[in-house]
């Protein structure tokens, strides 16, 4: 029954980072596709895009928290 949590631990890790970087990718790459038409607004658009990955990442550090707590009370 252990090794299922270890799964579930290894899963949950996993699919936090994978969200992540899927999310992450895509708003970089939606972000260069809004610069690359309206370069007059490159600022506005670099602080939005660093503001939204800075969340991205801590959303997955929290997962990774999360899922070390899980690991601990096997």
């Known amino acids: 029954m252990e090794a ?19 999310g992450q990718g895509n708003a970089a790459a939606r972000a ?3 610069i690359a038409r ?7 658009i670099q602080t939005i895009l660093l503001l939204s990955l800075a969340f991205m990442e801590a959303l997955t550090l929290f997962s990774f928290v999360i899922a070390i707590l899980m690991w601990t009370k096997l």
């Open 4 to 22: 299922l949590g270890f799964i579930g631990v290894g899963l949950a890790i996993g699919m936090a980072a994978l969200g992540s970087a899927l």
């Open 38 to 44: 309206q370069p007059e607004a490159s600022g506005n």
């Open 32 to 34: 260069m596709e809004g």
